[in-house]
Structures are given as structure tokens and as C-alpha cells.
């Protein structure tokens, strides 16, 4: 579980901006989203930020044969606006806190109109972390901006989502 694809973050979050849409308030727990084609996914509405609707996902592509990859979108609107452009973010800060410790991968971001997206793979050892006994979870922005995010099920959200995944290929 590690690498990705740019073009990978639009099918990922054009179907996750769904939820960003419909949302009015941030959730407070991790839920199972099996409704996108590309491949279910644990996420969770985040508080807003001014005016910016923020997300976060831990996403299993069916494509990807269910390599995870945690991303975080931030956006003005209640849909997606044309995109920009994408880059691989070397050196970059993105990341998340689990229990303390920081966690990051090849990340990659795209920027639209209205905000951006950005996420990197999963590694197996924070997959564990995600599916494990999980008190405190920050997601980091490149920018540094440490955003807390609920880890109200977390656990159940994540392993339900790849289980929905690897189903497919059983």
C-alpha cells in the first residue's frame, strides 16, 4: 500500500463531493460510503473553515485493488470547480498525527477554482495505525495547518470499507 496516481485524487473525490454537497453540518464519526464506482470509502464531514466545506477519506479504489489512500479536500461551494492543476508534493508536510505520530506518503494534490484536494497512499503500518486503537488523529494541510478530525469510528469505518473492497476481488 503506497503509491498513487494524480489522476487518481478526481475519480476519488468527484464522487466523494458528493458528501461534501449534501452535508450542512460536519458529521462526528467515520462512515461507510459504498456509493461512488470507483471503490468504497471511510469519511468523514470536517467543521468548516470559514468558508471552505473540508473533508477527509480514506479511499479504496477498485482499480487500485484496494491500496488506501487518505485524502483531505477543502472547497468553496458545494461542488467541485475546474480544475487547475495537479503536482506531486515533494517534501511537503501533508500528513496525519495518529496517536502522536506523524505519518506520510507520495502526495500528490490537485487545485480547482475553489480549493484543492491532496492525499498520499496508505502504508501498511498506518493502515494498522487506522484500524488499531486510534485516540487522536490530525490531518496536517501543506501548508502545516494542523486540522483535528473525530476518531469516532474510525476503526470500524476504515476495515468496513476495505472489507466492501476486497470482496470484489475474493
Known sequence: MNSMNLLQLRAITVSAMAVLASAAAAQE?????????????????????????????????YARKCDPIFLFAEITGSSLGTPVGQSVLNGTKIGVVVN???????????????????????????????????????????????????????????????DTCAKRFR
Open 100 to 162: 502522536g505520530q506523524f505519518w506520510t506518503g507520495h502526495a500528490a494534490t490537485t487545485k480547482y477554482s475553489n480549493g484543492y484536494e491532496a492525499g498520499f497512499g496508505v502504508t501498511n503500518e498506518l493502515f494498522d495505525a487506522l484500524t488499531g486503537k486510534v485516540d487522536s488523529l490530525i490531518y496536517v494541510t501543506s501548508d502545516g495547518e494542523r486540522v483535528p478530525v473525530s476518531t469516532a469510528s474510525i476503526r470500524q469505518a476504515v476495515q468496513s470499507a476495505f
Open 29 to 61: 464519526i467515520w462512515r461507510l460510503d459504498t456509493r461512488g464506482a470507483s471503490g468504497p470509502m471511510a469519511q468523514i464531514v470536517l467543521p468548516d473553515s470559514g468558508t471552505k466545506r473540508r473533508t477527509a477519506f480514506v479511499a479504496f479504489e
